[in-house]
């Protein structure tokens, strides 16, 4: 990596930087739409397009960094930084899972690592507001958020696959 | 050859977890509850009998970064009237009757769950 041209480098610099941006706009976007499920934790999570996008056609260090980026600055902007906890434990479970599938998957099969990056997203926020408020009273969500997680993962997944299939390598 | 195996996996995983979502929600409606118990940062802060304890109730909850919430206890059902929180998930919630799905909220750290009869908690799940 250190003998990286810098234009190439460059280059990267700016796909991250635009994509941290898209992704950030579909998230502002997507928590001003009111969802008619009132279940906490529940969901379209349309900004994971450009994660699962960035892992697979940039690379697995790419998307973390912009995973978390978004991450942050969502929190800033949404005004909620109480809950940066949760979706930073969510995130980081959840990346961890997606890297270790973009080396499963073909770039024909990605439709599928959405689904199960967003369980493993709820299963990390579950942990930590356990481990925050010291009871595993809050896994009684579980199967609710699992539900909606394969659903809402499918939906997103599609999504990514058209993306790739249409967007030039970038 | 792998890809098969995932999609089997994650059908799996879906069709437990809407099992469990509906055998939760017709069970717990069925099994008795007997209270509701409130709880602040690890603390049960109020515990009410709907047999014993004068009802209706209206409770001021002081939740933990300045989030205050008024939570209502009918006999049978509890709900959370008002929040001064930006996201109102609590509220949106409406009535809870059961145990299957607790009112959590995560960053005032309160819990308000039924308990009592058969259906206390996680036990409703295994149920």
């Known amino acids: 990596m250190a003998l990286t041209p810098p234009r190439d480098s460059l280059k990267r610099l700016c796909s991250c930087a635009l994509l941290t941006a898209i992704a950030l706009t579909i998230f502002m976007v997507e928590a001003q739409i009111p969802l008619p499920i009132a279940i906490p934790g529940i969901k379209l999570g349309l900004s994971n397009i450009i994660t699962v996008y960035a892992v697979f056609v940039l690379s697995p260090r790419e998307g973390g960094m912009i995973l978390f980026a978004r991450v942050f600055l969502g929190a800033v902007f949404s005004g909620q930084m109480s809950t940066l906890l949760y979706s930073g434990g969510g995130g980081l479970l959840s990346i961890f899972v997606l890297i270790l599938l973009s080396k499963l998957l073909s770039k024909q099969e990605l439709w599928l690592a959405s689904p199960i990056a967003a369980f493993f997203h709820n299963l990390g926020q579950l942990c930590v507001a356990a481990l925050v408020m010291q009871t595993p009273v809050v896994f009684a969500y579980l199967p609710y958020l699992t539900v909606a997680a394969v659903v809402s993962g499918l939906f997103t997944g599609l999504c990514v696959q058209y993306v790739v299939g249409r967007l030039p390598e970038i | ?127």
């Open chain 2, 1 to 127: 050859m792998k890809k098969n195996v995932i999609i089997v996996v994650l059908a799996v995983i879906f069709f437990t977890s809407l099992g469990a979502v509906i055998n939760r929600t017709l069970w717990a409606r069925g099994g008795q509850v007997d209270g509701v118990r409130i709880t602040v940062e690890g603390k049960i802060v109020y515990e009410i009998d709907f047999l014993t304890d004068s009802l209706p109730k209206t409770l001021e909850i002081q939740g933990k970064n300045g989030i205050e919430s008024t939570v209502v206890v009918e006999d049978g059902r509890v709900h959370v009237a008002h929040a001064n929180c930006p996201d109102q998930i609590c509220v949106n919630q409406g009535w809870i009757v059961d145990s299957a799905m607790p009112i959590v909220c995560l960053p005032g750290e309160i819990i308000i769950e039924m308990i009592g009869g058969d259906a206390n908690g996680l036990d409703t799940a295994t149920g």
